[in-house]
């Protein structure tokens, strides 16, 4: 059995988004099709929710490959002030477009 470690990035990671993000399921509907017929387990029990929030200490196996859940340094102290920032959030490759205009929202 391969074993490997995911650092969480914010409070928690859904299920089925672990699955695409460490290529244990090529695509979205797999991932979905994975977890519903019950070859994914959490902490040794089978998960069927797609969505199941996983959290610092869970473990998650499916087949022969074993994802321990991990929470960064910052992140084990509890949430910051701003509270939690969810995953998917961190995943943007790019920043937000500027607005079209150079103008402010005052008009002219």
């Known amino acids: 059995?391969?074993?490997?470690?995911f650092t969480l990035k914010g409070e928690f990671i859904e299920l089925n988004a672990l699955l695409k993000l460490l290529a244990l399921a090529p695509s979205g509907g797999a991932a979905k099709t994975l977890i519903a017929s019950g070859a994914?387990?959490?902490?040794?029990?089978?998960e069927t929710r797609v969505r199941?929030?996983?959290?610092?200490?869970n473990a998650v196996r499916i087949?022969?490959?074993?994802?321990?859940?991990?929470?960064a340094e910052s992140a084990a102290a509890g949430p910051s002030q701003g509270g939690a920032i969810k995953n998917t959030e961190l995943l943007r490759s790019e920043p937000p477009s500027p607005p079209a205009s150079g103008r402010g929202l005052g008009g002219g």
């Open 1 to 5: 059995m391969t074993t490997q470690r």
């Open 40 to 46: 994914v387990r959490v902490d040794g029990v089978a």
């Open 52 to 57: 199941r929030k996983l959290r610092n200490g």
């Open 63 to 71: 087949a022969d490959e074993e994802v321990l859940v991990t929470a």
